[in-house]
């Protein structure tokens, strides 16, 4: 029912900024946590960063000090700031909202490519 919109992805150089977005169909307040997750070909599914209801937000060791997440409420969006990103950090991103007793929802994901 909940659908994630997402955009903001791209190509940087190494040491470039990127900044994420992830626009909900409903008011995030109802939402216990929203965030990312990252997946490249042949790697593992990492959880990037998340960020619940109350404003207390968690980053994966390889993003932390470097990536930002964040929430607007008025506009029932959340981002993902990235900041000197690393050719590691290419990925799909995907966001999700997770609502309890309802499920887990998921964006269509977002290319992140950094390349010199």
């Known amino acids: 029912q909940v659908q994630l919109v997402e955009s903001g992805g791209g190509l940087v150089q190494p040491g470039g900024s990127l900044k994420l977005s992830c626009a909900a169909s409903e008011s995030i307040v109802s939402i216990n946590a929203m965030g990312w997750y990252r997946q490249a070909p042949g790697k593992e599914r990492e959880l990037v960063a998340f960020?619940?209801?109350?404003?207390?937000?968690n980053y994966a060791d390889s993003v932390k000090g470097r990536f930002t997440i964040s929430r607007d409420n008025a506009k029932n969006t959340v981002y993902l700031q990235m900041n000197s990103l690393k050719p590691e950090d290419t990925s799909v991103y995907y966001c999700?909202?997770?609502?309890?007793?309802?499920?887990?929802?998921w964006g269509q994901g977002t290319q992140v490519t950094v390349s010199s």
């Open positions: 999700y909202a997770q609502i309890p007793r309802r499920g887990t929802y």
């Open positions: 960020i619940i209801s109350g404003g207390v937000t």
